[in-house]
């Protein structure tokens, strides 16, 4: 038997919800993503067939904050963690056991939307730097003194004609 193991997951896929953020009353962030992963393969009769495995995801503390800020439902990430089980038991007496991922980090996978209307709120729009480089005063240069060409000195081939 195995000493040592490893408990690691990595998934890429589409938020089926937004992102729920909540507080602990020690001030630590907590947010849970509802996450769709499909992978799509062909069965014996040659039909593509799309399974979707729907995932629970908490991303804690400033990994929580991103994800809550710049997710939404729809939303391609990548998320890196390990898978953890929980249990409980109801008022009612019944005992319930979840699985679920505890991710360490996320990988946001969309680009940004170019219409800033659909941007999330918070994030910042992108602006092309407006400022323009300082401009020095012409000064006039030494010439340097002209030494005689020798063959190891001579000018190399322009770099710009190189085919890659």
């Keep these: ?51 979707t495995e729907w995932i629970s995801v908490n991303l804690w503390r400033s990994q929580a904050e991103i994800a809550a800020k710049y997710c939404r439902r729809g939303s391609t990430v990548c998320i890196e963690g390990r898978i953890t089980s929980r249990s409980w038991e109801t008022p009612q007496g019944e005992k319930r056991r979840v699985t679920e991922v505890e991710g360490r980090r996320i990988i946001l996978l969309d ?30 240069n030494p010439q340097p003194e002209e030494k005689p060409q020798t063959p190891e000195a001579q000018p190399q081939e322009d770099l710009d004609d190189l085919p890659f």
């Design 111 to 140: 680009s940004r939307p170019a219409d800033p209307s659909q941007q999330p709120t918070g994030v910042p729009v992108a602006q092309p730097p407006t400022a323009q480089p300082p401009v020095t005063p012409a000064t006039p």
């Design 1 to 51: 038997m195995a000493k040592y193991g490893m408990n690691r997951v990595t998934l890429i896929g589409n938020l089926g919800r937004d992102p729920e953020l909540k507080y602990l009353d020690q001030g630590i962030a907590v947010t849970n993503l509802w996450m769709a992963c499909t992978e799509s393969y062909r069965d014996k009769n040659g039909n593509n067939v799309d399974r």
